[in-house]
């Protein structure tokens, strides 16, 4: 198995530690080349969405990523990663990739309460330490949509076909119930399924 991380900017570091550490080997994404090599998982970090989304697009990665993503590749977004994935933004007109159907509020809670530490339970994964930089929140979801987790009533998790979507950065605490999670529903996919009929 091997799993892709974009790697523009942001906190990518953070997570490909956690991948050496679970023993499963990585690839840094950083140009379009990168982008259109077999992988079976991919990883959006958090960051600043408006700076990774120009870069996908002058790095020559937008195309090659979206269309894998919508073919079936697991996907982990977490925070700025998940402005990236989603079909709409209340309070921004840009739109990335646009393949996950719910509506996210991007600096959701103010700049002075942006950042706090939470726990909150995670789908069947119990309790998961959060921290939130910054961060988003799902105002809406649509029809398929599995809300995973809320914090003070707003959804900061969700899963959708391929793709989980996060608020909180998971890669900034010692859990790695997340992570797991996501290497999980790799290792259950019919890996080679999607990447027929990609590009
Ligand atoms: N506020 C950032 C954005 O809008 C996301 C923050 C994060 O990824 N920690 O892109």
Redesign the pocket.
């Known amino acids: 198995m091997i799993v892709g991380v974009l790697a523009v900017q ?1 906190a990518f570091a953070e997570h490909e530690k956690i991948l050496k550490e679970l023993g499963v080997e990585y690839l840094e994404l950083r140009n379009g080349n990168d982008a259109r090599q077999d992988f079976d998982g991919l990883i959006l970090p ?5 700076t990774q989304g120009k870069l996908l697009r002058e790095l020559d990665m937008f195309e090659p990523l979206q269309e894998k993503i919508a073919y079936g590749l697991p996907v982990l977004a977490t ?2 990663g998940l ?1 990236l994935l989603a079909e709409e933004l209340s309070n921004d007109s840009a739109r990335y990739f646009g393949t996950l159907p719910v509506k996210v509020k ?2 959701a809670y103010g700049r002075q309460l942006g950042s706090f530490y939470t726990e909150e339970a995670v789908g069947d994964l119990g309790k998961v330490p959060m921290t939130f ?4 929140y799902i105002e809406s979801v649509k029809a398929g949509v599995e809300v995973l987790a809320e914090v003070n009533e707003h959804i900061v998790a969700v899963r959708y076909k391929n793709q989980i979507g996060l608020s909180f ?1 998971p890669e900034l605490n010692e859990d790695r119930k997340i992570h797991q999670m996501f290497l999980d529903s790799i290792s259950h996919q019919d890996l080679k399924a999607w990447t027929q009929k990609a590009i």
Not at 46 to 50: K, R
Not at 133 to 136: D, G, N
């Open positions: 942001g958090g960051g600043e969405s408006t925070c700025a402005i991007r600096n930089i910054r961060a988003p950065h």
